[in-house]
DNA sequence: ATCCATGCCGAAAATTTTTCTACAAAGTGT
DNA sequence: ACACTTTGTAGAAAAATTTTCGGCATGGAT
C-alpha cells in the first residue's frame, strides 16, 4: 500500500462500489474541496491504484443465465502445449476467467452460457477440440451467494 | 435479450470496457448524436442491463496478490446449515464471490488475501470456525491466463 | 529564519451532461 | 389514401461537472 493514506482508501472504496459519484459528492463524504478530491483521483489513476472504469451488466438479461466452472488437466505438461492452451482459451468468448492453478488440476475456467445445450456445444466444439487436453470437468453454479465487484481494503 | 438493437448492444459493449467515454465520442462511434445516444444509455440503465458502474482497482497494489479457491462441502445438508454457512459466509471479507455449487461440492469460494499467512489465519481462525463444514478444500492460483470483465454480447 | 515541498482551498475555464423542442420515418386505424 | 400516434433522432440551450490555475497554510530541511 505504497504512498496511500487513509482518504485514498475511502476514495478506492467509494470508487470502486459507484464510479458514477461526482467530485463533489465526494468531496463532501470525504470532508474535502474539490480540488485536493480531484487531484488524488488523477493520482491514484496514475500510479495504477484504479486501472480503468466500467459498467456491469446483468448477464440474465444478456442472455447468459448459466455460469460453470470448468477445470482442466492437461495429458503432458510440455510448455508448448500449456502455452497453446492458454492462446486458445484467449479466443473463446463464452471463458469469461481463467486460472492456471496449483494442485491436481491444471487450469480453472469460468464460463457463461445461455442454455445447457450451448455449454454442450461449447464443451464439445470448441474447448475439447484444443489438443492434449486430458481431465475435464464441469460443475454448475445453482445459486450466486455471494459476488463482490470491489476488493477488502483494509 | 427482449427490446435491444444492437445499436444498444454495441453501447453495452463499449460500455462495459471503459464506462468513462462521454457520450460525444460513443456517439461518433455509432453514428449517431448525443441525445439518442444519451436517452438509450438511460433507457439501458432503467431497464437493469447497465447495473452500476464501478473502478476497477489492481488487487497487487492493494496488498492482496494471492487469490485462491476454496471448496466447501456441508456435513449435514438441513436448509439451517445452509443458510447459517451463506450468511457467514457474507460477513468474511476475503470472500470475494461464493456459489452454491451442484456436484460433489457444496460451495466454491473465490478468494483475495495478502500472504500465505493470511491464507492460514483466514483459513483457521474464520472459515473453520463455521459450523458443519466436513470437507475444505483449497487450491492457489499460480497465474490469471484470462479475466473479462464484461459479458460477451451476441 | 528562510526555503522548499506538499496538500488544500477557491474561482474561472472547458467540457460534459441533461433538458427541451422539433422533425422524419414507421405503423395503425378509419 | 389520409390523418394519427409512436418511436427515434437531430440540434440547441441550460445545468452541472470536470479540469485548470493561482494562492495560502503547514511541516520539514538547509
Redesign the interface.
Known amino acids: 500500500?505504497?504512498g496511500i493514506d487513509d482518504i485514498d482508501k475511502q476514495l478506492?472504496r467509494l470508487?470502486?462500489?459507484?464510479?458514477?459519484l461526482t467530485t463533489k459528492e465526494l468531496a463532501s463524504q470525504l470532508g474535502l474541496t474539490l480540488s485536493p478530491v480531484y487531484e488524488r483521483i488523477k493520482r491514484l489513476e496514475g500510479?495504477?491504484?484504479?486501472?480503468?472504469?466500467?459498467?456491469?451488466?446483468?448477464?440474465g438479461?444478456?442472455?447468459?443465465p448459466i455460469?460453470t466452472?470448468c477445470q482442466v488437466s492437461m495429458r503432458y505438461h510440455d510448455k508448448a502445449f500449456i502455452d497453446k492452451f492458454?492462446e486458445e482459451?484467449?479466443k473463446l468468448?463464452?471463458?469469461?476467467?481463467?486460472?492456471?492453478?496449483?494442485?491436481?488440476?491444471d487450469?480453472?475456467l469460468k464460463i457463461?452460457v445461455g442454455s445447457l445445450n450451448d455449454y454442450h456445444d461449447f464443451v464439445k466444439y470448441k474447448l475439447s477440440q484444443i489438443e492434449n487436453i486430458g481431465v475435464l470437468n464441469s460443475?454448475?453454479?445453482?445459486?450466486?451467494?455471494?459476488?463482490?465487484?470491489?476488493?477488502?481494503?483494509?
Open positions: 500500500m505504497d478506492l470508487l470502486q462500489q459507484d464510479a458514477k500510479l495504477g491504484f484504479i486501472k480503468q472504469y466500467v459498467a456491469v451488466l446483468d448477464k438479461l444478456l442472455g447468459q455460469t466452472f492458454e482459451v484467449q468468448e463464452e471463458v469469461q476467467e481463467c486460472y492456471h492453478m496449483a494442485g491436481q488440476v487450469f480453472l457463461h460443475t454448475f453454479v445453482l445459486k450466486e451467494i455471494k459476488h463482490n465487484l470491489g476488493y477488502y481494503i483494509p
